[in-house]
């Protein structure tokens, strides 16, 4: 199944995609979130939904991000050899991680807010794993059992806050509307095969990013399992697995950064495609 988000912010509805339709399924499931992915509600909604009337809902209707907000964005860096490269980065030899602010979490075609004083705001296409049990010490041969399945997400960076600001990644990561996540969430039998899968993205029609899952340096039942090993992982909780090369910060000869009007988009086989555009920071009045 695909799982969407529909409506106004703050009052997104769940929703389906069948055959390339949204339906409304707020009278099956209440959200997409912990609480939901616990339990077997995945395999009752795709069974309840083969029967039910379900209301069509209009494709111009704005999407939230794919699932309500989760307990804890995990993210995992230099995770492509290719852009730990373009870094002057050394290939990890353990994954490193650091943590997103869920207040982040906007829709997948929201607006990117440039942060007030931000001069080096960056983009990234990633894969990103929702999990669907509750995972701790599992073993990477049982990791996938405790997926529920898998998402676009743009992990946008600001790097003078991540890199010349002192202390860990997180401020760099967190800036509001730096985590567009959708448009949807694909079920695993959606997805054929999660390592082969072409990563991509534009800056105003430019195709930066053009890389391929297949490049992960550590893979997808590898680092659930690994960071299950450090905390517990609950459902809906999102890790986003890295990057490919072609991120602003590794711009040749020199780097260079969005501004406001610079126009996003980005997409994933299998996960679709999500735009944002650059917007300046203005003062809440």
């Known amino acids: 199944m695909k799982l969407i988000r529909f ?49 069509e809902v209009d494709k111009n209707v704005r999407l939230g991000a794919a699932l309500a907000r989760p307990s804890k964005i995990i993210c995992v860096g230099l995770n492509y050899k290719d852009h730990a490269a373009e870094t ?12 997103k602010a869920t207040s982040a979490i906007v829709g997948p ?63 760099g990561k967190s800036c509001d509307s730096f985590a567009p996540i959708g448009p949807f969430i694909a079920t695993l039998d959606e997805i054929s095969d999660i390592h082969s899968l072409r990563l991509w993205l534009t800056v105003n029609g430019k195709t930066l990013q053009d890389g391929n899952t297949s490049n992960l340096i550590f893979n997808v039942p590898f680092m659930v399992s690994y960071i299950s090993q450090f905390m517990t992982l609950l459902p809906g909780d999102v890790i986003t697995t890295g990057t490919p090369a072609g991120v602003g910060l590794g711009q040749k000869p020199e780097p260079w950064y969005l501004k406001p009007g610079d126009v996003v988009e980005l997409g994933i086989d299998g996960l679709g495609s999500s735009k944002q555009t650059a917007v300046a920071y203005k003062e809440n009045l």
Not at 26 to 36: A, T
Not at 88 to 99: G, H, K, S, W
């Open 7 to 55: 409506g106004e912010i703050g009052f997104e509805k769940p929703g389906v995609i069948i055959d390339d339709k949204y339906y409304d399924v707020s009278s099956l499931v209440k959200d997409y979130n912990e609480e939901f992915f616990a339990g077997d509600a995945i395999k009752k909604l795709a069974t309840d939904i083969e029967t039910a009337k379900l209301p």
């Open 88 to 99: 002057n980065a050394q290939i990890p030899t353990e994954p490193i991680l650091f943590f």
């Open 109 to 171: 075609n929201d607006n990117l807010v440039i942060p007030k004083n931000s001069k080096k705001t960056d983009w990234e296409v990633e894969l990103a794993i929702v999990i669907g049990k509750k995972a701790s010490y599992v073993s990477e041969e049982n990791a996938l059992e405790h997926i529920a399945g898998y998402v676009l997400h743009n992990d946008y960076s600001e790097r003078e806050f991540q890199i010349e600001r002192n202390g860990q990644w997180v401020k």
